[in-house]
Nanobody, 122 residues
Framework: VQLQASGGGLVQAGGSLRLSCADSGRTFSRYAMGWFRQAPGKERKFVAAITSSGGRTDYEDSVKGRFTISRDNAKNTMYLQMNSLKPEDTAVYYC????????????????WGQGTQVTSPA
C-alpha cells in the first residue's frame, strides 16, 4: 500500500474541494480506509471512514452533511468531497488504511499518505 493524497488548496468559506487518495499498490480494495486532519498545534483527528466495499461510511459530527467519503476500487482511489467549507476545516488532510477496529482512532490506521493542505479563511 502506498497512498498519495491530493486536491487540497485555498478556498473561501462556503466553497468546495474534492480530495483524492490514490494507492499505487495492488491491495486497495481489501482495506477499509479513512481521512484524518491535523490543524497546526493540534493532534490528528478523525474525519471520515469507509469500508472496503464502500457500503458503509462514518463521519465526525462536525462534517456530517457537508463532507462525503467515497471510493472507486477499480481506480484504487478514495475521495473526500468537502462542501460548505468553514475556517475550522483548515488543516492538513491525511488518508490512511485501517488495520484496527476503532475507526476514529489514528492508531487503528497505517500506511499514511503524505497529507494535503486545505485552507479556508474566514
Amino acid at each position: 500500500v502506498q497512498l498519495q493524497a491530493s486536491g487540497g488548496g485555498l478556498v473561501q468559506a462556503g466553497g468546495s474541494l474534492r480530495l483524492s487518495c490514490a494507492d499505487s499498490g495492488r491491495t486497495f480494495s481489501r482495506y477499509a480506509m479513512g481521512w484524518f486532519r491535523q490543524a497546526p498545534g493540534k493532534e490528528r483527528k478523525f474525519v471520515a471512514a469507509i469500508t472496503s466495499s464502500g457500503g458503509r461510511t462514518d463521519y465526525e459530527d462536525s462534517v456530517k452533511g457537508r463532507f462525503t467519503i467515497s471510493r472507486d476500487n477499480a481506480k484504487n482511489t478514495m475521495y473526500l468531497q468537502m462542501n460548505s467549507l468553514k475556517p475550522e476545516d483548515t488543516a492538513v488532510y491525511y488518508c490512511a488504511t485501517r488495520i484496527g477496529f476503532n475507526i476514529i482512532e489514528a492508531h487503528a490506521y497505517a500506511y499514511w499518505g503524505q497529507g494535503t493542505q486545505v485552507t479556508s479563511p474566514a
